[in-house]
């Protein structure tokens, strides 16, 4: 393993809000890891695109966890690059559409395609939450 990918890792979060501890586990580990000096991305796939809409996870907690709401906010703080997974936001994510028929996402997350993220799975340690 070279030393680029002892420090590198994307965070793939598949769960929604009915695996909220998963998805809480994913954005948690990504936290530690930015705050640890690691270089991270998270990624939003599947149902984990659900978190994509600024409408959801003010409420989505566990004991002992903020809200997802604020695990984003504070990962968005720390500079971690946030994306979505373009096609899985169209299927799972909430949010309304805006003038140019797409949906509006958090501020902050990016839309990209699943390629490119199996593409860095095989340069970067990949967790899947």
Do not use: K
């Not at 590198?8 to 640890?36: K, M, Y």
Request: net charge negative; hydrophobic share 45%.
């Amino acid at each position: 393993m070279s030393a680029t990918q002892e420090h590198e890792v994307q965070v793939v979060v598949l769960s929604g809000p009915e695996s909220a501890e998963r998805a809480i586990f994913g954005f948690s580990t990504a936290l530690a890891a930015a705050a640890s000096g690691v270089s991270v991305r998270v990624v939003l796939s599947m149902y984990g695109a659900y978190w994509a809409a600024a409408s959801t996870g003010e409420a989505v907690s566990i004991t002992d966890f903020p809200p997802v709401a604020e695990l984003l906010e504070q990962l968005r703080e720390l500079n971690v690059p946030l994306e979505a997974c373009s096609t899985c936001i169209e299927n799972y994510c909430p949010s309304p559409f805006d003038e140019s028929g797409l949906r509006v996402l958090r501020a902050g997350i990016e839309r990209v395609g699943l390629g490119i993220v199996a593409m860095r799975m095989a340069s970067c340690n990949t967790v899947i939450c």
